[in-house]
């Protein structure tokens, strides 16, 4: 129930703000197909990495939750921790296939089976002592065949990443926003897109590798919560976790908008200019 209501309001406050910017372009976005590479690295160590299929008969063909179309999303196992237990990935896809925007999540969990995909493992997906995490995709494609710029928008209420305890709990990492400060509860403990476009190298990063028919980006220099990282028992409250430095799911959002004909492009070209150019600046 956690990361249903959690997608829920990736969904409700993002999609507000996707929709002013991508308002100006004519393309449309299709529905994710075909196959792409994920790769999950911690410190420079690898953690995962798949070839995953997406859409009809793909390794992921449900990318609605439940509480959209009645039945489950899809997940699919990507890696093995050290200690032997799965890590999966599921995606959630929100738009039409008709939209000139979609808006994309990602969550990568460590349960104690494939088929018990709720329970946590009793791995960690991360070392609680390892460096920060960096989450690559590469090749990710739609079935219509639009070209596409992946994008996360430099606000402070574009959810971009989070990493829940083994209680489901949301750490209270450093970036990250406080509890209810935009009137979702504890749903708004998320790293906003306002930092991984801040310049600062050092700590949340969002890296355009490719725009095109053809899509490849990445979310670097995560923090990882470490064993003195509190969280949030999603009342309010600041408590210990039951296990310090334990991550369960890591999640991460990233919007795609159609690259615009000619015509319009001048129109995104202010918009996109701000976005990369806070990048660069340090």
Known sequence: MFRQLSKFGWSAVAALAIAAFASTAHAQVGNPTGSFEITVTQGGNQIAKDTVTIGPGGDLSDLSPIFVDGTRESHTQI?????????????????????????????????????????????????????????????????????????????????????????GNF???????????????????QVPGSLYLDGDTSAYNFDLLASGTSASWRWSNILNPGVATMVNDGAGNT????TPGYVFELGAAVAFVAIPEPATASLLMLGGATLLARRRRK
Do not use: C, M
């Open 79 to 167: 890696g093995t921790t050290t200690g032997g237990s799965p890590i999966i990935l599921k995606v959630v896809s929100d738009g039409g296939a008709l939209e000139d925007f979609r808006l994309t999540h990602w969550y990568i969990d460590v349960p104690l089976t494939t088929n018990l995909i709720d329970l946590p493992g009793p791995d960690s997906l991360f070392d609680p002592n390892g460096g920060p995490i960096d989450v690559e995709i590469s090749s990710f494609e739609f079935d219509n065949g639009a070209a596409v710029t992946p994008l996360v928008l430099n606000s402070p209420n574009f959810y971009t990443s989070f990493t829940r305890d083994i209680s």
């Open 171 to 189: 750490y209270e990492t450093a970036g990250s926003n406080s509890f209810n400060q935009f009137g979702n509860g504890f749903i708004d403990i």
């Open 239 to 242: 408590v210990a976790p039951l």
